[in-house]
């Protein structure tokens, strides 16, 4: 029978995964997409291994299905799967990282058993060598022949495919990690190999181009990480629906059918490029270049066409007799958001995903064979017209490079922005990247050069002529803001936003509230300089205070400015301090190759220079940095300033005596202190006016993001940067000023009217993200304390959804609460909520997912409980602060221990090897010797188990990109890493609810948000100091911070006790909440289950209330919600 496979995948336990990656939704959705067998993936994983044991039950031999009342669940979400219910195979992904030769290899392999026993045997094995509870794909300091000796030991049937074989980093023939021949990884025993899993990189012409290839069958996976991805490549078997059968097929050839492809452009590694540098270049440009990125000089990222053509024996477009036949295509998520002008994951996509497919049948099904007519019917001409260019290989290309995905596309842009149906109505002459060309993304640097890929042999493809029809509507009923990018970058501003914009020259104020859309407006305000005003790009700056800000920035003016050469320099004030002083730090006594010092080492030098206790230098460490950054830490004099300069605190002379002690230390080691950044930037170009002048001529134009949040150091810098009536643009806004403990200061607002006398003023008034009574609510909290005069907030959107008072008898029953609320919002169609019975079967179906839930706190202690009470339940989570990564002690360790590798080696090196080798002698990489299985055993079990393994490699990963820009100069990487803080390393796209201090929630918004410890003490958090007043004020200014990062939802909760330092206490509720008007609220309440009597807890059991309550006592039912 013909069917499809998918045989690699991962769960929920892989790194980088959704949280709904569990068996029955990866079920669901392969129906979805039309496959009929699906790899388990990560089997070796206890956890999971125990949940394939559980969930799973025999079907045909070999294969494994759905236990019958969940099959019947996925039938009831998808009414096909009942006729076409999905198999499973037992399958694994095993990454090996280990020295070969002459370098670091890392290779990754999938793995196939036909039996729970045979699986059984292989997780033991492995379990002797490393640590497979740290992730779903375990990282194994193994040798890849050996590997694949312990896979055919395991059993009959047991079967070992390389993976991914092209990607650079990871795979066996890989430019940067793998070797040139799969004998040369495999040894002896690579003549029991017979499949070859291609890549998202590459399709199977390339491969025809290797003779050494021909052997093997070509197969073709989604390595998806979240259900939604199953399908988006595949393989066709016709041959009996069993795992022997299926091995059978791929090992001779017999009842293989070939596969479905990604276009190779859309892989992330397709062409050579360097992508700190925007630079993608074809192969033969690289040789030009010798390898090297032309604007920086460092080495390419070498792709897979590269490495193909470096490895081929055989012309472009050259074939053999064992040709399987393959067809590529664009995954209809993105031919949906391509039509609606939307992110794939938006929910205008998945609506319109589930129609279609619960009209025509699978995605794959619609990709491939869906008459034209139907499509017509079911989806829209539009769509039709789209997927008949796909089949007809009539997309444009653009290719992705170093670790960024390409983009294929079937429309240009001004296809949808005209809206002109008579476009569609006739055959379009064939532009040239619709003839297979590639053509730049936007903002990106790339050498012309012959397209390699245009003579490729492609599967024929069903064609019919498109038919006459009319423009969809849903292309009319996108919102105005989320519509591509004009010509004009003015278009979409409301009144307030353009009026700022509009504003080039001089200096310029805009008081920004929260969901005003300040990002927006900063951005259009830059592309109008440059697309209207004619400003250069290069002539602009842009100054934020987060890595994660500047990338949204910089990420935004990309799209914006699509057709500029050059770019907007888009920075953080560290970030640019931090280059200032890398080009002329000499001038400040600063070594050529100093580098930031960590706080653990600087730590250890106040100790030895003072003589003082670990926990003395920490609080004069402390005492040092406020006191560099300008903020009170001890009795200080006033520093003599001039009539409207900015005054600052002289240190005392004990102070100063540390100081100057401290800063002679740091220049002998060539260590400089993070809070030295910008006050030495600062002084370079007060006392070097030719520097500054540079500066000055090259920055015409300077914006400054998140005003609020500067400090006195920050300020001098701006002043310095852009004369009294220069072109400067500052955005943000006082009552979302929080960071006092850096120093920074509402005041400077004044300040900027007192030294830019021409200043003029613009305040963005209309609230795009949060519900009305979210904003109102927001508003009478901050009303008592405003800075803003005639602080006006309107929110657009209409949504009368109360905000949630919750009162709870304690911080444990306040975390059950809010477990069990994310539970009930989800609707239960998760696997753990149903597993546990907590929600009720036949609730909704939710729109919410784990990303759309954040915890917000006052202190990080009181993240504890909540933490335990999710990994309790299941729902997956991460926790994030202020906290610098580089300062945790298991990086910490990561690079010292890299320091003590041998300094020939890259940076990348380096750290691969401290991360292969931990807590033993380290070698240099370059080194033959492998380290033996039995060592990495020993090595292995010291660490795993604890987190610190994980936490190491999921640095490295992090900031690989990083350490390849950075070449061979370490002290480099650990000054650009130190500059990275732990909310740097968001990312949003993570299925996993959000656990976040108040302080770390700023900048950040979500669906729904819980602010916990809402009690007078906590919120506001009581310090004793005598500046009561204004530190109540920036309490004030916190909470409205946190009530205003939620969009749709808001829960207010609250404990009547709480273990607080060291005691329990009886709390009251805060006096932010009691400002709330009672309309705005809803209230609801924990209610405590009084201890059952010996002699009544029989008769208790027969309680039906029992059942709506939860461990800590609280009512689950759900009249608590309403």
Known sequence: MPFYADLHVHSKYARATSGDSDLEHMALWAAKKGVTVLGTGDFSHPAWFKEIQEKLVPAEPGLFRLRAETERWCAEQFPPFAQHPTRFLLEVEISTIYKKGDQTRKVHHLHYVPDLATAERFIARLARIGNLNSEGRPILGLDSGDLLEITLEAGDGAYLIPAHIWTPWFAVLGSKSGFDSIEQCYGDLAPHLFALETGLSSDPPMNWRLSQLDRFQLVSNSDAHSPGKIGREACRFDC??????????????????????????????????????????????????????????????????????????????????????????????????????????????????????????SELFILERAPMDELRKAGSTLLAEGIDRMRKGRVMRHAGYDGEYGI???????????????????????????????????????????????????????????????????????????????????????????????????????????????????????????????????????????????????????????????????????????????????????????????????????????????????????????????????????????????????????????????????????????????????????????VLAQYRDRFHHVSVDEFQDIDARQYRLVKLLVP?????????????????????????????????????????????????????????????????????????????????????????????????????????????????????????????????????????????????????????????SHAPLVERDEVRDLLAQAREVPARSSVLERLQAALANPRRELRDPKETRSPKPEEHARVHASVMGTGKFEIQTDFVLRFSDLARSCGDDFARFESESALCSDEDLWDPRADRVSLLTLHASKGLEFAVVFIVGCEDGLLPLCFGSDDQGARLDEERRLFFVGMTRARERLFLSRATKRLWRGQLRQQVVSPFVIAIEQELLERSKTLLTPRAKPNAEQLDLFNPSRRSRNRAGADVSPRAFR
């Open 408 to 690: 294929i596309r079937v429309f240009s842009d001004d296809e949808l922005i005209r809206g002109n149906s008579v476009s569609l109505l006739f055959d379009l002459p064939q532009r040239a990247h619709e003839r297979g060309e590639r053509t730049p993304p936007r903002g990106l640097r790339t050498v012309p050069s012959p397209d390699a890929s245009a003579a490729l042999p492609t599967a024929k493809a069903p064609s019919a002529a498109p038919e006459a029809g009319a423009l969809p509507a849903l292309l009319h009923e996108t919102p105005v803001l989320y519509l591509a990018i004009p010509s004009d970058p003015l278009a979409g501003l409301d009144p307030e936003q353009r009026a700022a914009a509009e504003i080039t020259d001089g200096p310029l104020l805009i008081v920004a509230g929260p969901g005003t859309g300040k990002t927006r407006t900063l951005t259009h305000r830059v592309a109008h300089l440059v697309t209207n005003q004619g400003v250069a790009a290069k002539q602009i700056l842009a100054v934020t205070f987060t890595n994660r800000a500047a990338n949204e920035m910089r990420e935004r003016l990309e799209r914006l400015l699509p057709a500029s050469t050059d770019r907007v320099l888009v920075t953080t004030f560290h970030g640019l301090s931090y280059g200032i002083l890398r080009e002329h730090g000499r001038l400040v006594g600063l070594a050529e190759h100093f580098r930031i010092a960590g706080e653990a080492e600087r730590r250890a030098l106040l100790g030895e220079e003072l003589n003082l206790s670990e926990r003395k230098a920490a609080q004069w460490l402390k005492r040092v940095s406020n006191l560099k950054r300008g903020g009170p830490a001890v009795p200080s004099e006033p520093s003599p300033a001039e009539d409207g300069a900015v005054r600052t605190l002289r240190p005392a002379k004990e102070d100063q005596l540390v100081l100057d002690a401290y800063d002679c230390a740091m220049r002998e080691r060539g260590w400089l202190d993070f809070d030295d950044l910008i006050g030495l930037a600062v002084e370079l170009l007060e006392n070097c006016a030719d």
């Open 724 to 880: 009294p009536g220069g072109n400067l643009c500052v955005i943000g806004d006082p009552d979302q000023a929080i960071y006092s403990f850096r120093g920074a200061e509402p005041r400077f607002f004044q300040q900027l009217a007192a030294d830019y006398l021409t200043v003029r003023g613009v305040q963005l008034r209309r609230n795009y993200r949060s519900s009305r009574a979210i904003v109102r609510g927001a508003l009478q909290a901050i009303t008592p304390a405003t800075l803003v005069q005639g602080r006006v907030l309107e929110a657009l959107n209409a949504d009368a959804t109360k905000i949630v008072i919750h009162e709870s008898p304690s911080d444990k029953a306040e975390a059950e609460f809010v477990v069990h609320t994310i539970e009930q919002l989800i609707g239960g169609h998760t696997f753990f909520s149903l597993d546990s019975a907590r929600v009720e079967t036949g609730e909704a179906r939710s729109e919410y997912s784990f990303s759309d839930f954040a915890v917000l706190y006052r202190t990080d202690a009181q993240a504890d409980p909540i933490s335990e009470a999710l990994a309790r339940s299941g729902l997956p989570f991460q926790r994030h």
């Open 240 to 361: 009996a629906l069993d795992y022997l059968a299926i091995r059978h097929a791929l090992e001779t050839g017999h009842g293989y059918g070939g596969t479905v492809e990604f276009f190779p452009e859309e892989g992330k590694y397709h062409l050579d490029g360097h992508r700190n540098c925007g630079v993608r270049l074809e192969p033969e440009e690289t040789r030009k270049h010798g390898g090297l990125c032309p604007t920086c000089g460092k080495y390419l990222t070498v792709g897979v066409m590269h490495r193909v053509d470096e490895l081929a024996d055989r012309p472009v477009g050259a074939q053999h007799e064992n040709l399987k036949p393959y067809r590529s295509l664009v995954p209809l998520p993105e031919l949906l958001a391509e039509i609606h002008r939307v992110g794939a994951g938006s929910r205008k996509v998945a609506d319109a995903y589930e129609n279609l497919v619960g009209k025509l049948g």
